[in-house]
Nanobody, 124 residues
């Protein structure tokens, strides 16, 4: 698989979870990598929750800023999303994403390669 997520599960509000995305060598070296969420019954968010660029620069959606941290381990070709102080509204399918081959950009329209997703459920 080009991008393969893992680590989802169920957690209580206020809890923490770390999800992972194993990437192929080609896509791990993309200009940027990101995490997206699809809430139940809704389309996948157009804006990434978190993006990390090749040089390590990170950016976050306002809804997760201060709670989520995106990082990557180059040796393992793995992207992570550490999620703290989780809320019920964080429930959804989480997708790892990379730009289409040849695309050098991190705008929402640049992400065109997706993993299969990992489910995160926040509920008491």
């Amino acid at each position: 698989a080009q991008l393969e997520e893992s680590g989802g599960g169920s957690v209580q509000p206020g809890g923490s979870l770390r999800i992972s995305c194993q990437a192929s060598e080609y896509f791990f070296s993309s200009f940027c990598l990101g995490w997206y969420r699809q809430a139940p019954g809704k389309e996948r968010d157009r804006i990434a929750l978190a993006v990390i660029e090749r040089d390590g620069f990170t950016s976050y959606a306002d809804s997760v800023k201060g709670r989520f941290t995106i990082s990557k381990d180059t040796a393992k070709r793995t992207l992570y999303l550490q999620m703290n102080n989780l809320k019920p509204e964080d429930t959804g399918m989480y997708y790892c994403a990379a730009p289409e081959p040849g695309i050098v950009g991190c705008t929402p329209g640049d992400f065109g390669v997706w993993g299969q997703g990992t489910q995160v459920t926040v509920s008491s």
